[in-house]
């Protein structure tokens, strides 16, 4: 026998198990068939849902009684009716539907500046630039409203040694052929630092009205991988504040103002990175953390960033940075939909957590392991298909050691799960998550979709994330290795989500109060804020600017329902 008892000297509860399972009337040739998984995870079909259950930890669930086989025992009783364990069959897997179309997005999926660079440097023609003699190139200063012309500081840093080097070109062009007539809108510069070792370009555009773009790219040439900071930052004699925040922590752009002039530096919301706004001697800029690795297969051993500079006439300091936030670029919020209509679409919104998924059982599960094997068991062909939660098993985030992320509370289990829209599973797996989610959206009688953005830095460094993604990878200090941020993933999906939606006319709500906020707000139609801390709530305020604000705080003070009446805020029930 597979499980053998090995001797009943004490008056335990497992023998009080078996010793009532040998008294009950025998019937082992009645209805139902015994299924085991792996981990100890057992299930019985074809018996009925009136049956005395096994043990507390058994649950009756689609037709099908589920829970854990008894240890070191020979025998399952389900009512009057006795199972030999022996004779437990496996379990399948639901066949996988193929999918009607490769990429259900269509064009809504967009791909990242990352991926795109190089190409976008190859279709354009280039004449080099050259300085007076024996004169290395150099950045042209870069005009701004009102005259002034301001100077570009960019330094890179290895984040593992703590090494820096401030950035110069080596080579210097702009577009165009030799005989290419009219006004040139961009410069290419680049250079080397380490002996050649990491290479770095740098595009950058003329400005018009007082705008300009700066896209860069750091390549390591042979190194496994490098995990580098890149801080780029304007040399102007003014003092600089965080644009969005109150401080300087989570902020997206930094402004300043001098000679009635306002000046911003400010991430390119539409490309998710992980950033800070610094204040330093020389400049005050952005500093972006880029883990550059072959692993990334749509751009392997690369990295970009994308930042805009933004200038306008302006009146004081507090004006620069009220007129800052106003000018942040935001996809969502196109919808144009009445504030009486939003509780009507409320109660039929589809509410989505793309990167977490949960479930439960009586009498909760021992460690992840036991959480992950029950999961298995619950998308074999025993039970009828659960799209999301086969999606949410195969595109599971790990950690450095490869062990899926699995947290525990009381009865219930949650998985981080990776939603990037072009992250490959096996095809038997059936979608990933990013897809199922979608589809999700696409059921009949979905007036609104909901999210729940995640709200803490989680790395996942499963093989298959860092090989689809579009964003750079981070690290962990701690760890040292490349990974994907999770948020970004979501930020993303989020994008790709928002273009379908659109098309079809339904509004996309998000919530998030994170540090990148400002990503994956920058897709919505309008913000639930959660919220009743005062300085949360402002943010969220400008994070919206002409977008609703849906408030659903709960139990707030008399103080935190006059500042939301203030805000103009939306109250809905929580």
Request: with cysteine; net charge negative.
């Amino acid at each position: 026998m597979r499980r053998r008892l090995g001797g009943c000297r004490t008056w335990s509860r497992r023998c009080l198990f078996i010793g009532w399972a040998v008294l009950l009337p025998l019937s082992l040739s009645a209805s139902g068939v015994l299924y085991e998984g792996i981990g100890g995870w057992g299930a019985v079909t074809g018996a009925a849902e009136e049956e005395v259950p096994p043990g507390p930890e058994w649950q009756w669930m689609d037709g099908v009684w589920m829970g854990r086989l008894p240890d070191q025992a020979d025998h399952l009783a389900l009512g009057g009716t006795v199972f030999p364990l022996a004779d437990a069959r496996p379990v399948g897997f639901v066949p996988a539907a193929l999918p009607g179309r490769h990429n259900p997005f269509g064009a809504c999926i967009l791909h990242s500046l990352s991926v795109r660079f190089n190409g976008m440097i190859d279709k354009l023609p280039w004449t080099p630039q050259f300085s007076k003699a024996e004169e290395p190139p150099s950045f042209l200063p870069v005009g701004v409203t009102g005259g002034e012309r301001l100077s570009l500081m960019l330094e890179l840093e290895d984040a593992a040694t703590g090494q820096r080097w401030p950035l110069e070109p080596t080579f210097a062009a702009r577009d165009g052929g030799l005989l290419a007539r009219g006004q040139r809108t961009l410069r290419f510069y680049s250079g080397s630092v380490e002996d050649g070792e990491l290479e770095w370009a740098v595009v950058t555009s003329i400005p018009k009205a007082g705008d300009w773009m700066l896209q860069g790219r750091i390549v390591a040439m042979k190194s496994p991988f490098r995990l580098l900071r890149w801080r780029i930052g304007l040399r102007r004699e003014a003092e600089a504040h965080p644009v969005d925040r109150m401080d300087w922590e989570g902020a997206v752009g930094i402004v300043s103002h001098a000679d009635a002039t306002a000046v911003s530096l400010v991430a390119d919301l539409g490309e998710p990175r992980r950033m800070r706004a610094v204040r330093r001697a020389e400049a005050t800029g952005l500093e972006f953390d880029l883990a550059v690795t072959p692993a990334t297969r749509n751009f392997p051993r690369l990295a970009t960033v994308s930042v805009k500079v933004e200038s306008w006439a302006s009146e004081s300091a507090e004006a620069a940075r009220r007129e800052a936030v106003e000018r942040l670029p935001r996809a969502g919020g196109a919808l144009e939909i009445p504030a009486d209509d939003w509780p009507g679409l409320l109660a039929g919104a589809l509410e989505l957590t793309p990167s977490a998924v949960g479930w439960t059982h009586p009498g909760g599960f021992r460690d992840a392991r036991d959480a992950w094997n029950y999961l298995w068991f619950r998308i074999s062909d025993l039970f009828p298909p659960h799209p999301v939660w086969m999606s949410a098993f195969a595109c599971m985030a790990r950690n450095a050691d490869g062990i899926p992320l699995i947290s525990l509370n009381a009865e219930r289990a949650e998985a981080v799960v990776n939603p990037d829209p072009d992250l490959e599973i096996s095809l038997e797996r059936g979608p990933n998550q990013g897809k199922s989610l979608l589809a999700a959206t696409r059921a009949p009688g979905v007036r609104a979709v909901w999210v729940r953005a995640s709200e803490n830095e989680v790395l996942d460094y499963a093989p298959e994330a860092l090989r689809m993604c579009d964003y750079p990878a981070v690290w962990d200090p701690k760890v040292g290795d490349p990974a994907v941020d999770i948020r970004h993933a979501e930020a993303e999906w989020l994008a790709a989500l928002a273009c379908d939606l659109k098309k079809r006319g339904i509004p996309l709500l998000v919530s998030d109060a994170g540090s990148l906020a400002s990503f994956t707000l920058f897709h919505a139609d309008g913000l639930v804020c959660a919220s009743a801390d005062p300085e949360e709530m402002k943010r969220q305020r400008v994070l919206a600017g002409d977008r609703p604000v849906l408030w659903n705080a709960a139990d707030p003070s008399a103080e935190a329902e006059q500042l939301a009446q203030e805000l103009g805020f939306d109250r809905i029930s929580p």
